[in-house]
């Protein structure tokens, strides 16, 4: 199974825009969308003369509207030209408008068919919006739109300290990982003793032993011993794909409302669903259990299913492990955050 050809709905890349090969690309422009600096200008020298002389024939664009064009010499199919608002104190509309920015270049997405858009972070040059708070918006209507449309769509970050978690946020996980980020062999003569001092016991009934390592194992023993050994048991027979779909069940949720807040492509969730014996990433695993909002043990049960495990050896798993016991199931938060930690992002 080839996985790249799954598409987060969403994603944050860090990338020239007008490089981005998708079916339109969406331009931070000024009223009289006649070409200026940043990243219009750079759109412009790429596109060539064609698009100015095309922007000439619209007459302008209010702030917090959108306007389309052809892309010309540009990767992108089309242009759409939105005005973002000038920052002044955040008292101003500003929010405001640019959200609307954001709808109405989605919409004007919509209406042409595109299934893949690509956003540079809309007033965070010239126009001075706080980049964090430029993000923060950019995700929370994106998203909001994603729920009820299937198209990709990119954040394109150009810099990389464009990208900024905010600083609390940011030296709360760098705390928890200093104080969770641990050798391995610590850790695993830690779950090994453990594991011994347990009464003996079947390993995964579904998975031959030699394909999982002694700390999966370790894992398997806790959970029966700490859940009840009846219940256990009878779930281990359990794969991955039916633990999932049970848990949607058990939430109350719709498929589609699980894979859209996990930020998995619909494709990607049908062949779950259809595939009993489905292996999935473990991202992906990750993604549904921040759906789904479930404990960490929960989490580590879902992962044991898949063949995986959280571990402390790696800062990708205590970031995770940062946001499930904090609560915050917000998967374009927790991305940002691997993101800034450098870290690969959940989803497909
Ligand atoms: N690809 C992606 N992002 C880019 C690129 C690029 N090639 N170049 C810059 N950015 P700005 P605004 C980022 O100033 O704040 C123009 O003169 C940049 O790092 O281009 O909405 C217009 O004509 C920043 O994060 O747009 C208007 O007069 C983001 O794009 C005015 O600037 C937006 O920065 C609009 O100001």
């Known amino acids: 199974m080839h996985r790249k050809e799954y598409f987060m709905p969403l994603e944050i890349v860090r990338n020239d825009i007008t490089k981005m090969k998708v079916d339109a690309i969406v331009n931070a422009a000024d009223e009289s ?11 412009h020298r790429a596109a060539g003369a064609g698009l100015l002389a095309e922007c000439r024939t619209l007459g302008g664009c209010k702030t917090g509207m959108a306007q389309i064009t052809g892309g010309y010499n540009l990767p992108a199919k089309y242009v759409i030209h939105t005005v973002g608002p000038i920052y002044n104190d955040g008292k101003h509309g500003e929010k405001a408008l640019l959200e609307s920015c954001y709808r109405e270049s989605l919409a004007l997405a919509k209406e042409h068919n595109c299934e893949t858009v690509a956003f540079p972070l809309i007033s965070s040059g010239v ?5 964090d708070q430029a ?34 946020l940011f030296s709360d996980i760098a705390e928890y990982i200093d104080d969770n980020y641990v050798d391995e062999h610590t850790d695993y003569r830690r779950e090994r003793i453990r594991m011994n001092a347990l009464p003996s016991m079947a390993p995964c ?5 030699s ?5 999966e ?20 027979d359990e794969s991955f794909s039916e633990m999932l779909l049970r ?9 589609a409302q699980c894979y859209k807040k ?5 494709k990607l969730f049908s062949k779950i669903r259809s595939d009993v014996n489905y292996k999935p990433s473990k991202p992906t695993v990750l993604a549904f259990a921040i759906s789904l909002e479930l404990t960490l043990a929960e989490t580590k049960d879902m992962l044991m299913k898949a063949g995986f495990a959280l571990s402390h050896s790696n800062k990708f798993d205590i970031i995770i492990e940062y946001f499930i016991k904090n609560g915050n199931y917000n998967i374009f938060e927790i991305n940002e955050a691997l993101f800034a930690f450098d870290q690969s992002l959940l989803g497909a």
């Open 217 to 236: 194992m370790c894992e398997c023993k806790a959970m029966a011993v700490g859940s009840g050994l009846d219940d256990a048991l009878s779930q281990m």
């Open 135 to 168: 993000l923060k918006v950019a995700i929370d209507v994106i998203s909001d739109f994603l729920l009820e449309n299937e198209m990709t769509v990119y954040i394109v970050i150009f810099d990389k300290d464009t990208y900024q978690i905010s600083e609390k």
């Open 127 to 131: 126009y001075g919006y706080p980049k």
């Open 211 to 215: 394909d999982i390592d002694s700390f």
């Open 205 to 209: 009934a579904r998975r031959k032993k």
């Open 262 to 266: 996990a930020n998995i492509d619909r």
């Open 247 to 255: 848990k949607i069940d058990e939430r109350g949720m719709t498929d």
């Open 33 to 43: 969308l006649l070409g200026g600096g940043g990243v219009d200008g750079a759109i």
